[in-house]
C-alpha cells in the first residue's frame, strides 16, 4: 500500500486509481508517534534497526515472530496452510532481510520523499479501507488524513478486523475494491 501511494504521486499519468488498506501516510504515521502507537506498532521500530540485529532474532526463531504478529487470527482468518506457508517463506533469510529493508526504507528515504512531497496531492480517485479494530483506525480519521493528501474526494470505510483485511474480511474486502474499482 505504501508503494502505492508513492507510484500515485510519482506517476500520476499512469495511475488511474488509489486503493489502500489500512494504512495511512507514512510521513503521518512517523510524526504522530507517541507511547500508544510505539508499543502497538513496535515492529516499526525493531525492523528498521541496523542489520543484522533484527534479521538475526526473528531467524532465530521465526516461528515465534511470525505467530506473534498473526495473535489470535489462527486459524480463524489465517488457515493453517496459509500460516505454513508464512513460515516457509519467513524460514528464508533473504525474506526476513527484505522485510526489515522494506521497514527501513519507510523511516529513511521514503519518510524523505514524502516529507518532500507534502504539496504534492495524489490525483486520482482514491478509496480507503482500514481495520475498524486496529491501531489506523484507533489513532486517525483514515478519510479525512488521506483527504489531506488527495485533490480529489477520498471514499472509503471501516472493515472488520485487527489489520489483515485480506485474511480477516476477504469478501468484504474484495467487494469493496472490486466496486471501487470498475466504477
Not at 28 to 49: C, G, K, P
Not at 154 to 176: I, M, Y
Request: proline share 6%.
Amino acid at each position: 500500500m505504501r508503494v502505492a501511494h508513492r507510484l500515485a504521486l510519482d506517476h500520476a499519468d499512469k495511475v488511474t486509481r488509489l486503493a489502500t488498506l489500512d494504512i495511512v501516510p507514512t510521513y503521518d504515521m512517523f510524526h504522530h508517534v507517541n507511547q500508544e502507537f510505539a508499543t502497538s506498532n513496535y515492529h516499526w521500530f525493531f525492523l528498521i534497526q541496523p542489520a543484522p540485529l533484527p534479521e538475526t532474532l526473528i531467524g532465530n526463531s521465526a516461528e515465534f515472530f511470525l505467530r506473534g504478529r498473526f495473535a489470535g487470527l489462527i486459524p480463524q482468518a489465517v488457515t493453517p496452510e496459509a500460516y505454513a506457508e508464512y513460515l516457509r517463506c519467513f524460514k528464508n533469510p533473504e525474506t526476513i532481510h527484505a522485510t526489515c529493508e522494506d521497514y527501513r526504507a519507510g523511516a529513511s528515504i521514503d519518510l524523505e520523499h514524502d516529507e518532500a512531497d507534502l504539496s504534492r496531492k495524489i490525483a486520482c480517485p482514491m478509496f480507503a479501507l482500514w481495520a475498524e479494530g486496529g491501531n489506523t483506525a484507533r489513532m486517525f480519521d483514515v478519510i479525512k488524513t488521506w483527504q489531506a493528501r488527495a485533490a480529489m474526494q477520498v471514499s472509503g470505510k471501516g472493515l472488520p478486523g485487527r489489520h489483515f483485511l485480506p485474511e480477516e474480511a476477504p469478501e468484504q474486502t474484495l467487494t469493496a475494491l472490486q466496486a471501487f474499482l470498475s466504477s
